[in-house]
């Protein structure tokens, strides 16, 4: 089998026996893929030790050995992004968002927009130039537009009646149906969020055009509260479960 050469961020990796490491990959050519770096537990040396966490690299590994499993034969750093894993707020945020992606994703599958969309938040929460907060609320819609789960946020989800049309300026979230719902079709109370008209306004923003103009936007300080309590109840509905690290990430907020 040929060797194969991609970009890739790392995401996970756990020990295997007392030397080997198996590790998850987002690489940019394949998507999801997981593979075995020999002898990269018992010495730091086999690969100069870059294999950390969020960084990255340029990949080169063996392709057909068993099944999704992949030989590590070299790897070089290309973004070590140092001041994530110095920080544990931003390992926190960085931690949930991979998370999300190693659930999500499918072994395998080419995902060229979410590779761009990880790397370029990974690297502003590298630099610092946008609020972890923001970032993540950035990459939450985003990731969920992509995987087409995108939260409809302009009509009533059950009668369609434009949301200019509603009453009031708070908009009631129906998490089951994946949508706003105006007052009329509101019936049963579980699954239930609240969005103001400037939040929702906001997050059609962030979630839509150049990513860099959409990282501009400065939210105020209460949109930024209420999108987080709905994104992160919206996602984890539709991943099925809650990620671990979102307790974390709560509890250090
Ligand atoms: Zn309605």
Known sequence: MPDFSTPAIMLRSIDHGDYDLIIKFLTLKQGKVTVIAKY????????????ELFSVLELVYKTGRG???????EASLKEPFMK???????????SYWTEIINQWLEEGTRQESIYYLFRHVLQALDSGRIPEEALSILFQIRFMKISGFSPNLSLCSTCGIEID?????SILFDLAKGGIVCKGCASYPSGRLYL?????????WVGSGDIKKAERIRFTSPAIKESLVFLEAFVPYHLGREPRSLSFLRKIR
């Open 84 to 94: 994530i894993r110095g920080d544990i707020k931003k390992t926190a945020y960085a």
């Open 165 to 169: 049309s509603m009453e009031g300026n």
């Open 40 to 51: 990269a537990k018992k010495s730091k040396k086999r690969f100069s030790g870059i294999l």
């Open 67 to 73: 099944k999704g499993l992949y030989l590590l034969k």
């Open 196 to 204: 103001s008209r400037g939040t929702i306004k906001q997050l059609e």
